[in-house]
């Protein structure tokens, strides 16, 4: 028998492919059919490719409004190049990062920027429940899309399931645009598996604040009897640009939607002395 195990993974879990279908051929072969391979519906590969395509255009737009790519030495050169084959983003200099280890902090911060928002808020995350933390963000996106504010959320099909059924239809009555990512559902049209889900975490405030890490909309204590510890990061300066690419690729992914890009690219300053490189993951990303 030949086995086959593609797709980029780490070494570790190729072996463990490997070795689970040699001790139970047929099962391990069924289970490696159904969950082992990353795979999306034909529509969804294309729109994936089309999303990385808009990625690639975005990256040329963001070069233009800061050409400040870091001076990296010698060693670390191959590094970005790297990263950016993997994301197609490049490094970027001239950022400030502020680490936000704490839980309440780091919502406070967002909702505090959401506030003060003047054109248009987007946010992404994988989990997004109805709990005291997910209204509380409910309430601010609300009162933003009160003020004019153009507000859109994307929430994981899976991890949003809550966030959707009980803060959506509230978020969509008051001018809030809200969007399933990776739907499923036996019968559902483009609906994808339920192991392959959009784990990513982001804020991106008028294309001017920007945050990401692994913190999710939901009280600190939402996984029962397991210590929640997390990081955001409040990111200022020409990363911005990268993340709200990234969303804009996401919605596109979803919506079949191009948003013109206007406003949503201000020209980004320098803020502090951080580079920064974001890389993308998931299904379409191997």
Same mark, same amino acid.
């Given at each position: 028998?030949?086995?086959?195990?593609?797709?980029?993974?780490?070494?570790?879990?190729?072996?463990?492919?490997?070795?689970?279908?040699?001790?139970?051929?047929?099962?391990?072969?069924?289970?490696?059919?159904?969950?082992?391979?990353?795979?999306?519906?034909?529509?969804?590969?294309?729109?994936?490719?089309?999303?990385?395509?808009?990625? $690639?255009? !975005?990256? @040329?737009?963001?070069?233009?409004? +800061?050409? &400040?790519?870091?001076? =990296? *030495?010698?060693? /670390?050169?191959?590094?970005?190049?790297?990263?950016?084959?993997?994301?197609?983003?490049?490094?970027?200099?001239?950022?400030?990062?502020?680490?936000?280890?704490?839980?309440?902090?780091?919502?406070?911060?967002?909702?505090?920027?959401?506030?003060?928002?003047?054109?248009?808020?987007?946010?992404?995350?994988?989990?997004?429940?109805?709990?005291?933390?997910?209204?509380?963000?409910?309430?601010?996106?609300?009162?933003?899309?009160?003020?004019?504010?153009?507000?859109?959320?994307?929430?994981?099909?899976?991890?949003?399931?809550?966030?959707?059924? $009980?803060? !959506?239809? @509230?978020?969509?009555?008051?001018? +809030?645009? &809200?969007?399933?990512? =990776? *739907?499923?559902? /036996?019968?559902?049209?483009?609906?994808?598996?339920?192991?392959?889900?959009?784990?990513?975490?982001?804020?991106?405030?008028?294309?001017?604040?920007?945050?990401?890490?692994?913190?999710?909309?939901?009280?600190?204590?939402?996984?029962?009897?397991?210590?929640?510890?997390?990081?955001?990061?409040?990111?200022?300066?020409?990363?911005?640009?990268?993340?709200?690419?990234?969303?804009?690729?996401?919605?596109?992914?979803?919506?079949?939607?191009?948003?013109?890009?206007?406003?949503?690219?201000?020209?980004?300053?320098?803020?502090?002395?951080?580079?920064?490189?974001?890389?993308?993951?998931?299904?379409?990303?191997?």
């Amino acid at each position: 028998m030949f086995i086959y195990v593609p797709q980029r993974r780490t070494a570790e879990a190729a072996r463990t492919w490997l070795l689970f279908i040699f001790l139970l051929p047929w099962p391990g072969l069924l289970i490696y059919w159904i969950f082992g391979r990353i795979y999306l519906p034909a529509r969804r590969l294309q729109m994936q490719e089309r999303a990385s395509e808009f990625v $690639r255009r !975005a990256q @040329a737009q963001i070069g233009a409004l +800061v050409a &400040v790519e870091p001076e =990296l *030495p010698t060693a /670390l050169q191959s590094i970005p190049a790297f990263a950016r084959r993997l994301g197609d983003f490049v490094s970027l200099g001239g950022n400030r990062i502020e680490l936000l280890p704490e839980y309440g902090e780091a919502i406070d911060r967002m909702i505090s920027d959401i506030e003060s928002a003047q054109s248009n808020v987007h946010l992404l995350f994988y989990i997004f429940l109805a709990d005291e933390t997910g209204r509380l963000m409910a309430g601010a996106l609300q009162r933003a899309a009160a003020r004019g504010v153009t507000c859109r959320v994307l929430m994981d099909a899976v991890g949003s399931n809550q966030g959707l059924k $009980r803060l !959506a239809p @509230a978020l969509r009555k008051s001018g +809030v645009e &809200v969007r399933e990512m =990776l *739907p499923v559902g /036996l019968f559902r049209r483009n609906a994808a598996r339920f192991d392959l889900r959009n784990h990513r975490k982001v804020v991106v405030v008028d294309g001017k604040i920007g945050y990401t890490g692994s913190q999710n909309i939901a009280n600190p204590e939402f996984v029962r009897c397991y210590p929640n510890e997390d990081l955001m990061v409040r990111v200022t300066g020409p990363a911005v640009a990268q993340l709200q690419a990234m969303f804009l690729a996401d919605y596109y992914f979803e919506t079949g939607k191009v948003l013109e890009p206007g406003i949503l690219f201000p020209r980004l300053v320098h803020a502090g002395r951080s580079p920064s490189q974001l890389v993308p993951s998931g299904p379409g990303y191997g």
